[in-house]
C-alpha cells in the first residue's frame, strides 16, 4: 500500500471508531449524534452551528475526518523520522493518543469557535481513554502492517 493510502486507511478507521466511542459516550448522557456532529462544526461556526440542522451536522463529520486524516499524516511523517514508531506500534500508538487527546483538548478546542465547558476529569479521562484506543492505536497499527 502506498503511503497515503495507509494515511486515509488509517484515518477512516481511527476517524469512525473515535466518533463512533464518542457517539456512545454523549449517547449515555442524552446528547443525539447529530448534536454531537454539530458540536465539531461549532469549532468553526461558534454556536450557529446548533442552528444549521442536517448541514451542519454533515459539515462537522466532515470536519471530524479531516482532522483523524491530519493526525494519520503526522504519525506517518514521524514514523519516516523515527522507525521506532513502526518496530512498537502498541506502546507508540497509546502515547500517540495521548499527544492527540493534549493537542486537540488543550489547543485546538481552545483556540476554537466552540463554547466553552467547565473542566471534568471524566470526560477528559473517557476521552483521553478513546484517543489512546481508537486514534492512537488504530493509526499505529495501520501504518505499522502497511509499511512491511
Given at each position: 500500500?502506498?503511503?497515503v493510502?495507509?494515511?486515509?486507511?488509517?484515518?477512516?478507521?481511527?476517524?469512525v471508531l473515535?466518533?463512533?466511542a464518542t457517539?456512545?459516550?454523549?449517547?449515555a448522557?442524552?446528547?443525539?449524534?447529530?448534536?454531537?456532529?454539530q458540536?465539531?462544526?461549532s469549532?468553526?461556526?461558534?454556536?450557529?452551528?446548533f442552528?444549521?440542522?442536517?448541514?451542519?451536522a454533515?459539515?462537522?463529520l466532515?470536519?471530524h475526518f479531516?482532522?483523524?486524516?491530519?493526525w494519520?499524516?503526522?504519525?506517518g511523517?514521524?514514523?519516516?523520522?523515527?522507525?521506532?514508531?513502526?518496530?512498537?506500534?502498541?506502546?507508540?500508538?497509546a502515547?500517540?493518543?495521548?499527544?492527540?487527546?493534549?493537542?486537540?483538548?488543550?489547543?485546538?478546542?481552545?483556540?476554537?469557535?466552540?463554547?466553552?465547558r467547565?473542566?471534568?476529569?471524566?470526560a477528559?479521562?473517557?476521552q483521553?481513554?478513546?484517543?489512546?484506543?481508537?486514534?492512537?492505536?488504530?493509526?499505529?497499527?495501520i501504518?505499522?502492517?502497511g509499511s512491511?
Amino acid at each position: 500500500m502506498t503511503a497515503v493510502g495507509i494515511v486515509l486507511v488509517s484515518g477512516c478507521v481511527a476517524g469512525v471508531l473515535d466518533i463512533a466511542a464518542t457517539g456512545l459516550v454523549m449517547r449515555a448522557q442524552g446528547m443525539s449524534f447529530r448534536r454531537l456532529l454539530q458540536f465539531v462544526a461549532s469549532g468553526v461556526l461558534g454556536s450557529a452551528a446548533f442552528e444549521g440542522g442536517s448541514r451542519t451536522a454533515a459539515m462537522g463529520l466532515t470536519l471530524h475526518f479531516l482532522i483523524a486524516w491530519f493526525w494519520a499524516l503526522i504519525y506517518g511523517a514521524a514514523a519516516d523520522l523515527w522507525p521506532v514508531l513502526l518496530l512498537h506500534p502498541v506502546m507508540c500508538g497509546a502515547l500517540f493518543g495521548v499527544v492527540v487527546h493534549l493537542a486537540m483538548s488543550q489547543g485546538v478546542v481552545r483556540l476554537s469557535r466552540a463554547a466553552r465547558r467547565p473542566f471534568a476529569w471524566k470526560a477528559w479521562l473517557t476521552q483521553l481513554a478513546i484517543h489512546m484506543v481508537c486514534v492512537g492505536w488504530p493509526v499505529a497499527l495501520i501504518e505499522s502492517l502497511g509499511s512491511r
